[in-house]
């Protein structure tokens, strides 16, 4: 990314940022996001679909006739661990026992135990989904989001790795520490389902599971900004309340999120979120109030 005029923003703790995260009508649709997912299983809940834990990430700002921040279709959250991670595997049993029909996408079971590779490309939380808020007007053309809408991405590219033309060493590509690729070379067919999102205005939000395969449109062709706020929906539960520590440091110190490369352009910033621009909802989501 360019350091002169950059695009992708490191910063998390601005007063819009912090606000957004936190806003009631943005706690009240990642509920309801939540509760799409089977999440109790023996009477056990696997996470509670009512709170989130407060995930920071950056800020998109595109500038018209940009060519520099397209993204390869690709899906997050880890890429060799879906074959060999134990918990992984159990996410996908029946993909790996040839019942592939059976698979639930949204069933929570293992999801949250699983263990990716710790590298600055790969999210360590669980999302329910990814999404963002749009701050200005987009939509296909403006250099902004695509997508494979199904969750039958991930069974075709788990067995897609497993046939004979695919050397036994080799899983389509996929590195560790990198986002899962999807190439022309091994998924030409599913490629074909690639698809720009919809008109977008400012305040809308768009949301994709995580096992979604999405872009970035390698072009802005539009006339105005394509800016958006990356929020996604990252219940609370054992694991993220794990890296929720983690960030209430960083939180304090103004430092960047401990998922993302530790450039700390905040620790500095004058006017940047402190503990008392927290509501009392921001405070337990931030994990400083029970």
Known sequence: LKSDKPQIFGLYWSKAQVWARQHQNMAKLRSHLNRLWEFEHDGKKEFNPDLEVSYADRVRRRS?????????????????ERWLEPNYRQVYRNVFNGQWKEYQAFDT????????????????????????????????????????????????????????????????????????????KWHDLLLQGLVSIPNMEPGDTVWWHPDTVHAVEDKHSGNGYSNVMFIGAAPDCEKNRRFQSKQKSAFLAGRSCPDFSPEDHEVSYQNRATMDDLTDLGKRQMGFEK
């Open 64 to 80: 018209p006739g940009d060519t520099s921040l397209g993204l390869s279709p690709h899906v997050d959250s880890g890429s060799i």
């Open 109 to 184: 079971r293992h999801r949250i135990a699983v263990e990716e590779f710790n590298s600055s490309a790969v999210c360590s939380v669980f999302r329910t989904f990814q999404g963002w808020v749009a701050l200005t007007p987009q939509g296909a053309g403006d250099g902004t989001l695509q997508l494979i809408p199904t969750t039958l991405s991930m069974p075709y590219m788990l067995l897609r790795a497993l046939q004979d033309d695919i050397e036994e060493d080799d899983l389509c590509g996929a590195q560790p520490g990198r986002a899962l690729t999807v190439s022309n």
